[in-house]
């Protein structure tokens, strides 16, 4: 029984020695062997590598994929004409020589992370500086992004090399500050609301011109068209006449008749209307007494 149980603890001593001792380099990263603290060698295949047990030999890992950067402070940056404006931009990179990496940098990708973002706001600053605002948002904005990378490149391939490969510098967007934002707002709806002002006072002119030039048409139409009703009147009113008098000349009697008739009806025009007279001796009502003066004959 003591046999089995050392033979088991020396397989379990074996098998965590051999653990010590076996490590695996994913493809997505460095492998850095380090020997008594210091690199021995930089594993750049993946696979299941060997190394001496500890203290005498560790590993760790550097990660070899492409790395995003993004601007975290928005510090407002001077233009050539003194203008306060707010850059987010970011940066494509990775570590292509993890040993000078490690030496002049640190040991993960933090370490050159924040490194990195002071050495691009610097090169932002100070090409930002050269450029007005317009530069920044024309066509120029390449040849910018293209002069910071220039410059962030020559501060990590410099005396120290870091062992990166910056692969890309972008703009995603400039602003003017907030302060300076909300005023160009409020001078946009100012300007805004002037435009509407004035149209909506062309507006109103036009509209009381059309209203005027519409009543004075109204007006017109309806000074010819009394005129020539009137015209027309005139003329009925002078043929009903003339045709009066033609069938009254030709039958007197008959005339007298016919006023009596219209004189009754204008006056009985109403139930209402009531007219006192003696109906014996008026002259008004002898046409309904029947006995009318004859008609006096041509001769």
Not at 119 to 146: G, I, P, Y
Not at 161 to 173: F, S, Y
């Amino acid at each position: 029984m003591n046999r089995l149980g050392l033979i088991f603890s020396t397989f379990l001593v074996a098998l965590a020695l051999a653990s010590s001792m076996l490590f695996v380099v994913d493809q997505r990263q460095f492998g850095i062997l380090y020997a008594l603290g210091q690199i021995k060698e930089v594993i750049t295949e993946p696979g299941l590598n060997f190394k001496l047990p500890p203290p005498f030999q560790n590993v760790s890992y550097i990660d070899k994929r492409l790395l995003t950067l993004d601007s975290t402070d928005n510090e407002p940056v001077l233009t050539a004409e003194k203008q306060r404006v707010v850059i987010d931009w970011y940066v494509r990179w990775r570590i292509s020589e993890p040993t000078e990496y490690i030496r002049n940098v640190g040991t993960n990708e933090s370490a050159g992370a924040s490194q990195l973002n002071r050495v691009v706001r610097n090169a932002f600053q100070e090409e930002v500086n050269k450029r007005t605002v317009r530069e920044l948002l024309s066509d120029k904005r390449e040849a910018l992004m293209a002069d910071v990378k220039r410059e962030v490149l020559a501060q990590v391939r410099g005396a120290k090399p870091w062992g990166v490969d910056v692969i890309d510098v972008r703009i995603t967007r400039v602003d003017y500050v907030d302060a300076i934002t909300e005023s160009v707002y409020r001078r946009m709806e100012a300007e805004r609301k002037r435009v509407a002002n004035e149209l909506r006072s062309t507006g109103a002119a036009e509209g009381e011109k059309i209203r005027a030039d519409a009543d004075r048409q109204r007006e017109i139409t309806i000074a010819n068209a009394y005129r020539d009703a009137q015209k027309i009147k005139g003329e009925g009113d002078g043929e009903a006449a003339r045709v009066y008098a033609e069938s009254f000349g030709r039958d007197p009697q008959f005339a007298q008749f016919y006023r009596s008739l219209d004189a009754y009806k204008a006056s009985f025009n109403k139930k209402s209307d009531v007219m006192v007279v003696d109906p014996a001796s008026s002259e008004f009502f002898k046409v309904l007494r029947g006995n009318a003066a004859p008609a006096p004959t041509k001769k």
